[in-house]
Nanobody, 125 residues
Framework: QVQLVESGGGLVQAGGSLRLSCAAS????????MGWFRQAPGKEREFVAT????????YYADSVKGRFTISRDNAKNTVYLQMNSLKPEDTAVYYC??????????????????WGQGTQVTVSS
């Protein structure tokens, strides 16, 4: 079955960096556009970033543009989220998700078929 497994979360001070990874199995990874979402306590899940199946165009939420970078390595079936200049408001559970290439813009959670279990990111002030 399809599995997406996130790692790399943790506790970091404001201004610090973290790199999240999401390892995929059970699917042809290179056929899927990948995205990162996050959910803070008491809030709805929100879009963070997306990347196309061939590591082409990327798109970011305004709140993370210029600080976060999404990338992927199809040889390793892994998508990454490099997070720099972290702020306390970035604190959330971060989820990776997969959607078949060619469908939609990738900013809505409902566009994604597969989801990971999430990894906690906590940014202290």
């Amino acid at each position: 079955q399809v599995q997406l497994v996130e790692s790399g979360g943790g506790l970091v001070q404001a201004g610090g960096s973290l790199r999240l990874s999401c390892a995929a199995s059970g699917l042809t990874f290179s056929n899927y556009n990948m995205g990162w979402f996050r959910q803070a306590p008491g809030k709805e899940r929100e879009f963070v970033a997306t990347i196309t199946w061939n590591a082409g165009p990327t798109y970011y939420a305004d709140s993370v543009k210029g600080r976060f970078t999404i990338s992927r390595d199809n040889a390793k079936n892994t998508v990454y989220l490099q997070m720099n200049s972290l702020k306390p408001e970035d604190t959330a559970v971060y989820y990776c998700a997969g959607r078949f290439r060619g469908t939609g813009e990738g900013v809505l959670a409902l566009e994604y078929r597969y989801w990971g279990q999430g990894t906690q990111v906590t940014v202290s002030s």
